[in-house]
T-cell receptor
Framework: KAGVTQTPRYLIKTRGQQVTLSCSPI?????VSWYQQTPGQGLQFLFE???????NKGNFPGRFSGRQFSNSRSEMNVSTLELGDSALYLC?????????????FGPGTRLTVT | DQQVKQNSPSLSVQEGRISILNCDYT??????FLWYKKYPAEGPTFLIS?????DKNEDGRFTVFLNKSAKHLSLHIVPSQPGDSAVYFC????????????FGKGTKLSVKP
């Protein structure tokens, strides 16, 4: 069974631009969560989608948004990029109905904002 | 306000010895705890979990202990191997209506041959 895939793996953008990241969950998993990882901050929860609906949202500004498609694939978008948005963005999928229990992570997208 | 704390940013252990990674939490509503291992340039990999109704869960070389009264959990790795060198994250699930995981900042484990 294929794991969680994320594209692109690396991205360089300039301040003010916007970016869209993509995540394909493990087949059969309906819950997709997004996390931001920065040095010294661990993994910070962005949002979780289940059946195309956002069910949980972390404490991030409205510049961060996401969506989920009928095939459970998910995208997250960051508008008006800031230098502080440079991070590793991780997507995780879960078989459970809620964003909990065992989550399976993709390799991440490394975003660099210059 | 950090609800899941890993107070040791790093730990160095000799191969064959026991590695003990610690995690403290503040929210009594957490009902499920997980440990993840992360290598550089890879996503975190699920390692082991424990429900709040248990105090111990074992899987091969990995054992997780939960002390609810102290709001503390620990991961024991016995015996430690060089391939265990990675960053270990503790995570907790909030019961009730919210189900997202809350992660600690991680502990970097180095196992020396």
């Amino acid at each position: 069974k294929a794991g969680v895939t994320q594209t692109p793996r690396y991205l360089i953008k300039t301040r003010g631009q916007q970016v869209t990241l993509s995540c394909s969950p493990i087949s059969g998993h309906r819950s997709v969560s997004w996390y931001q990882q920065t040095p010294g901050q661990g993994l910070q929860f962005l949002f979780e989608y289940f059946s195309e609906t956002q069910r949980n949202k972390g404490n991030f500004p409205g510049r961060f948004s996401g969506r989920q498609f009928s095939n459970s694939r998910s995208e997250m978008n960051v508008s008006t990029l800031e230098l502080g948005d440079s991070a590793l963005y991780l997507c995780a999928s879960s078989l459970q109905g809620r964003s909990s229990y065992e989550q399976y992570f993709g390799p991440g997208t490394r975003l660099t904002v210059t | 306000d950090q609800q899941v704390k890993q107070n040791s940013p790093s730990l160095s252990v000799q191969e064959g010895r026991i590695s003990i990674l610690n995690c403290d939490y503040t929210n009594s509503m957490f009902d499920y705890f997980l440990w993840y291992k992360k290598y550089p340039a890879e996503g975190p990999t699920f390692l082991i979990s424990i429900s709040s109704i248990k105090d111990k869960n074992e899987d091969g070389r990995f054992t997780v202990f939960l002390n609810k009264s102290a709001k503390h959990l620990s991961l024991h790795i016995v015996p430690s191997q060089p391939g265990d060198s990675a960053v270990y994250f503790c995570a907790a699930r909030h019961g009730g209506s919210q189900g997202n995981l809350i992660f600690g900042k991680g502990t970097k484990l180095s196992v020396k041959p």
